[in-house]
């Protein structure tokens, strides 16, 4: 028997089918295709967190569970009292956990689309069907069609990406109430691009049963740690810890999150810094005759119909790379630019305009 026949005899049709997540090589480039905080730590900082690992006992398994750190978490988060938060490897494992806790349903997963690409691919790699809910022209929700969506498919759990990606809308709030409450299953609402939107429904966690809240310390500058959390009722919290591997958190990543806490204004005026940034190429990209969209994230989106392989290929030989969209129907036609230093956005909007 063949490799190949011994796969398909063993291995899910839904597994085959997929594919990998693909990261395109950025060695070289000016990398604005991952809504990466660019900044690192001043030297000083540098060198004092690398002492706060100094002693990390790398001969014992981390904490599984680890308390200081999660209420510290909570504190940063700012999470109503009663409410409860499981860590994960990056939110993408505990966005594969959600899935996997309501596979057996054969219930689909809801999303509006475009938006997170993992959402769809973790359903179909767990044999769930998903649901895209298109948005409207201008990369907005459209609440009628979500309601109806909801009531027709039944899903299981609903993920709003807010504000979205990658169109970086933020949706109004009093729609995502509406869904919430009308709601079959879980809803997710995930804040990954908080500290640029600066909104957030932590507060309203525990006031509906089904709403439970997805965060990430990636976009704040610490993509490196991959730390995620998901918050909501204790009960919620903890049947889906049933479904977190033990150690899932290694003790370099406790011990780091722990000591950026400590420092966490320095996160927040870097954030500061992309905010007043974002608004500048949005600005500046406008006067270029480039449909751009409003964006509450620290991306944008642009329109480029016809030029968008050829205006990423040129923006790549002049130093940079952005996000292109190869396969999804709606958006071969657009690009995205993540928020960098000044330095580097001046870069990108010089390459640009060079190639319009």
Do not use: C
């Not at 398994?61 to 940063?76: F, M, R, V």
């Amino acid at each position: 028997m063949s490799s190949r026949s011994l796969m398909e005899s063993l291995l899910r049709p839904e597994l085959l089918a997929s594919k990998a997540y693909a990261v395109a090589p950025s060695s070289g480039l000016i990398k604005l295709d991952a809504m990466e905080n660019p900044y690192g730590l001043t030297d000083l900082l540098h060198q004092a967190w690398l002492e706060s690992l100094a002693e990390a006992p790398l001969n014992r398994y981390p904490d599984p569970h680890p308390e200081s750190l999660i209420n510290a978490l909570k504190t940063h988060i700012g999470l109503p009292v009663g409410i409860e938060l499981m860590l994960g490897n990056g939110s993408d494992e505990l966005i594969q956990i959600l899935v996997t806790a309501v596979a057996g349903t054969g219930r689909p997963i809801m999303a509006v689309d475009p938006s997170f690409v993992m959402y769809r691919l973790l359903a179909g790699q767990l044999g769930l069907p998903f649901v895209g809910v298109p948005l409207d022209a201008e990369f907005q929700m459209d609440l009628p069609a979500m309601l109806r969506a909801m009531s027709e498919h039944q899903p299981a759990i609903i993920f709003l990406d807010w504000p979205n990606n990658p169109s970086g809308s933020l949706f109004p709030e009093a729609a995502l109430e509406a869904i919430i409450q009308a709601a079959p299953g879980l809803v997710v609402v995930d804040e990954a691009y908080h500290a640029f939107s600066q909104t957030t429904f932590a507060g309203r966690l525990g006031q509906y049963p089904n709403l439970l809240l997805l965060r990430t310390l990636s976009k704040e500058g610490l993509a490196g740690l991959r730390l995620g959390m998901l918050a909501g009722p204790a009960e919620w919290i903890r049947e889906l810890d049933k479904l977190r591997l033990p150690y899932n958190i290694n003790i370099l990543t406790q011990r780091s999150a722990a000591f950026f806490l400590q420092h966490s204004t320095i996160l927040d005026d870097q954030a500061e810094i992309l905010r007043a940034e974002r608004e500048r190429l949005f600005k500046t990209m406008a006067t270029l005759r480039l449909t751009v969209w409003p964006s509450a994230a620290n991306f944008l989106l642009f329109h480029v119909p016809g030029k968008a392989a050829a205006i990423y290929d040129g923006l790549k030989k002049g130093g940079v790379l952005v996000k292109a969209f190869t396969g999804h129907p709606r958006l071969g036609d657009y690009l995205r630019v993540s928020v960098g230093k000044p330095a580097e956005n001046s870069r990108f909007l010089s390459v640009l305009e060079s190639l319009l």
